[in-house]
């Protein structure tokens, strides 16, 4: 991101008193969103909501296939680190049973992080507060 964008967005978050929202928005993310709806908004839903109502942390459909969870808040995504986030997005799940491929031959990192970033951005302040006392820093600033 720009310095005096970035710069731009810490003085209206402090201006606004609510300085997580302002760098945490999705303009914080430029084409995270872009990308976020190009590769993971097929399965994960459109703005992260996930394909499945009743199944937001994910689980399994009837014929054994695995729903992806929704990653706007609403389900467990933001328990999980932002290294381990990245390593998702880049790697593919570790589980065997998921469909979630690896990006990491498609995607460069500094893509990864926005798209990180972008889906951060879609959580409620509530939980990006409790998500950043867990994991300072961990909204993947400066990555």
Not at 49 to 73: F, Q, T
Not at 75 to 84: F, I, K, M, N, V
Request: proline share 8%; hydrophobic share 35%.
């Amino acid at each position: 991101m720009n310095p005096r964008h970035l710069a731009a967005l810490l003085i209206a978050g402090l201006m606004s008193g609510s300085l997580i929202p302002a760098v945490l928005s999705a303009g914080s993310a430029p084409d995270g969103k872009a990308l976020f709806h190009n590769y993971c908004a097929p399965c994960h839903g459109k703005e992260g909501a996930g394909k499945d109502a009743d199944n937001l942390s994910g689980g399994w459909r009837e014929d054994g296939s695995r729903i992806a969870p929704a990653l706007n808040g609403t389900a467990h995504t933001w328990h999980h680190g932002p290294d381990l986030l990245y390593e998702y997005v880049k790697e593919g799940s570790p589980d065997p049973g998921s469909p979630m491929p690896s990006f990491g031959d498609e995607l460069k990192d500094d893509q990864i992080w926005s798209i990180i970033r972008y889906f951060q951005s879609l959580w409620p302040e509530r939980i990006r507060r409790i998500y950043l006392d867990r994991f300072p820093g961990g909204m993947g600033e400066g990555k």
